[in-house]
């Protein structure tokens, strides 16, 4: 996760997590991915039941299943996430809002210290539910959205979404819960980010995340749509033009990039040529973010127990919470690959392995790495910096 109007528009200095210590539990929110300890925010794929049918769901949900953990259950695993430290649980899908016990399983994750947030496809956020998870203690709610609506109806398979995702948006707004957007870029829908940009303006949405595509679940039949590396540069040259354009009229809106930590080194070389204090600045901030972190600072509890090193990679599990607590599975020396995520920087190939941004960016992302070259340690075929930006000569 890369922090655009966080980086790019000095919105947060080195000494703003240094100043909390750097400890998962008490950085807020916003410093989160700077913290030193890493101790795992978990992605719980909580059901794999969803109402939509969406053309890249990386969780292939389905309309009719069902759930295989109980809330009592549910509660237990929680309590072990609690007392090992984990700062946040994210409750996503599937759709969340499917399990009728959501409200009581995110009350009860705040209640036990943790921050509690939700990724959802928005059609069903009532006004009444809006209210509900506002009283809870809910912290974010995180809706997709694939572009203008013929788009984003396309890619949802159902006509109408847009116009529900967008009433759950206002919904929660009614209702005071912060609320912001996730949109996926591929070659279908990249074109319309200018037009994502002026309608967060218009709804006051503080805040929208653009995900770079990774190839799993459904997404993995997509991988030709994903961008060319000259497209994707191109892409991140709009995002940054415009988060700087709403900074620079007052509207501090939070803009990130998630899934391609070529992100960071991108933005550090632009400033070099714009503001070369600030890339000093930025360079020291990547540092503490320290790029990918799957299977050290984020981990994924699927609707089965099961324990991956992210919510999409789902080709190698770690153990299963119905069977082991998550404490006892994650830090296990006896479970190789997943040791050996926490210090990537050893293991990674080619192009990775020479790169000057290695610990800024941590290898990148490994499930696409798999994907395409059925090689974990291959390098992220997604990284679209040239080998002379890395240092390769």
């Known amino acids: 996760m890369i922090g655009i109007s966080k980086l790019y528009c000095s919105n947060i200095e080195p000494s703003d997590p240094i100043r909390y210590g750097r400890k998962s539990s008490e950085l807020p929110s916003h410093l989160l991915q700077f913290s030193k300890d890493k101790k795992p925010v978990i992605v719980w794929n909580i059901t794999k039941r969803c109402n939509l049918n969406c053309i890249h769901c990386y969780a292939q949900a389905v309309s009719h299943t069902k759930d295989q953990i109980s809330t009592q259950t549910a509660k237990d695993i929680l309590k072990d996430l609690s007392e090992f430290g984990v700062p946040v649980v994210l409750f996503s899908g599937g759709e969340p809002l499917m399990r009728n016990d959501?409200?009581?399983?995110?009350?009860?994750?705040?209640?036990?210290?943790?921050?509690?947030?939700?990724?959802?496809?928005?059609?069903?956020?009532?006004?009444?539910?809006?209210?509900?998870?506002?009283?809870?203690?809910?912290?974010?709610?995180?809706?997709?959205?694939?572009?203008?609506?013929?788009?984003?109806?396309?890619?949802?398979?159902?006509?109408?979404?847009?116009?529900?995702?967008?009433?759950g948006v206002e919904n929660c707004q009614m209702e005071g819960l912060k609320v912001g957007l996730r949109f996926t870029i591929n070659k279908s829908n990249y074109m319309t980010i200018p037009e994502i940009f002026e309608l967060i303006e218009q709804r006051s949405i503080p805040r929208i995340c653009f995900y770079h595509l990774v190839y799993s679940g459904r997404g993995s039949e997509l991988i030709e749509q994903d961008l060319s590396r000259d497209q994707t540069r191109e892409v991140l040259d709009l995002i940054l033009n415009k988060t700087k354009e709403l900074f620079d009229r007052g509207l501090k809106t939070e803009v990130l990039t998630v899934d391609n930590h070529a992100d960071g080194p991108y933005i550090y070389l632009k400033l070099l040529k714009q503001d070369p204090k600030r890339a000093e600045e930025v360079m020291e901030l990547l540092k503490f973010n320290?790029?990918?972190?799957?299977?050290?600072?984020?981990?994924?509890?699927?609707?089965?127990?099961?324990?991956?090193?992210?919510?999409?990679?789902?080709?190698?599990?770690?153990?299963?919470?119905?069977?082991?607590?998550?404490?006892?599975?994650?830090d296990d020396p006896e479970i190789g690959l997943l040791q050996k995520l926490k210090d990537k920087k050893k293991y990674v190939k080619g192009r990775c392995a020479k790169c000057r941004f290695l610990n800024i960016c941590g290898g990148n992302f490994r499930a696409r790495a798999e994907a395409v070259y059925g090689d974990i340690w291959a390098p992220d075929p997604a990284c679209y910096l040239t080998d002379q930006e890395i240092g390769i000569k």
């Open 102 to 167: 959501l409200i009581e399983l995110a009350s009860y994750a705040v209640e036990n210290g943790m921050r509690a947030v939700i990724s959802t496809n928005g059609t069903l956020i009532t006004r009444d539910k809006a209210r509900e998870l506002k009283e809870v203690g809910l912290s974010y709610v995180g809706i997709s959205i694939d572009g203008t609506e013929k788009i984003h109806d396309h890619f949802r398979r159902h006509k109408g979404a847009f116009k529900l995702a967008m009433q």
């Open 290 to 330: 320290e790029g990918n972190n799957s299977g050290r600072g984020i981990g994924c509890i699927s609707w089965d127990g099961e324990v991956y090193a992210d919510q999409f990679w789902r080709n190698h599990s770690f153990g299963n919470v119905l069977k082991r607590p998550f404490s006892k599975i994650w």
